[in-house]
């Protein structure tokens, strides 16, 4: 064989493993790049990033449903005070009060009446009291006015009142009494039991016999 044709043929050999060793590989084309894994990496959590979930906000209890006022009772009203104090003070009646009779001047059987409140509450003393003098027909005569039912005597517990009794003068015509009865005057028809009283020596004259309104002293009731 010529040299020039020896030196062809390497030539052609050469070439031939040099196409060989720059061929495709197994698992693509020379030169492409490599396919990507079909098992997805794990994931990296970003540095400083929250590894908790959010904490949700408390629920708050509900709260009562507020009640109808309508179904609630009505508060009890207070009462209103009076503007008069004395708007609840009765008239004194015989159960009220204590009673006696005291002699004051013999020369006109004259005698001091006087009652005391005994109750726990005030009452009025009214007007004149209602004597009885013995078994004698009729009462004692009014001496004197007396104050109305609004100006009456407020008797508290324990304070007293004083009327002044005089029998007359001994005439003649009268009669002398062992004991006298006495109701009070109460501007109605309230039922009472008198109270008596020991008279010893109470002369009475018909036409002279008295007896003066409810007063606040013993001076004032036998000097009228």
Request: aromatic share 4%; glycine share 8%.
């Amino acid at each position: 064989m010529s040299t020039v044709r020896r030196s062809a043929v390497v030539l052609v050999t050469l070439a031939t493993v040099a196409l060989t060793a720059c061929g495709p590989g197994e698992d693509g084309a020379a030169g492409s790049p490599a396919a990507p894994s079909a098992t997805p990496s794990t994931p990296v959590t970003p540095t400083g990033a929250p590894t908790k979930a959010p904490t949700e906000p408390p629920t708050e209890a509900p709260t009562t449903a507020p009640t109808d006022a309508s179904t609630k009772p009505p508060a009890p009203s207070k009462p209103t005070p009076p503007a008069d104090p004395d708007y609840d003070v009765f008239p004194c009646s015989t159960y009220d009060v204590t009673f006696t009779a005291t002699l004051a001047e013999p020369t006109t059987s004259s005698y001091l009446l006087k009652i005391t409140n005994k109750s726990g509450k005030p009452c009025r003393a009214l007007g004149h009291p209602v004597v009885a003098v013995g078994d004698h027909d009729g009462r004692a005569g009014e001496r004197g006015p007396a104050p109305g039912i609004e100006d009456a005597i407020r008797l508290a517990p324990g304070q007293s009142a004083y009327a002044g009794l005089m029998g007359g003068l001994k005439d003649g015509k009268g009669k002398t009494v062992a004991s006298i009865a006495m109701t009070m005057s109460t501007d109605s028809d309230l039922e009472q039991k008198p109270l008596k009283a020991s008279t010893p020596g109470l002369y009475v004259s018909p036409d002279k016999n008295s007896v003066t309104a409810w007063m606040t002293n013993a001076e004032d009731a036998l000097s009228l």
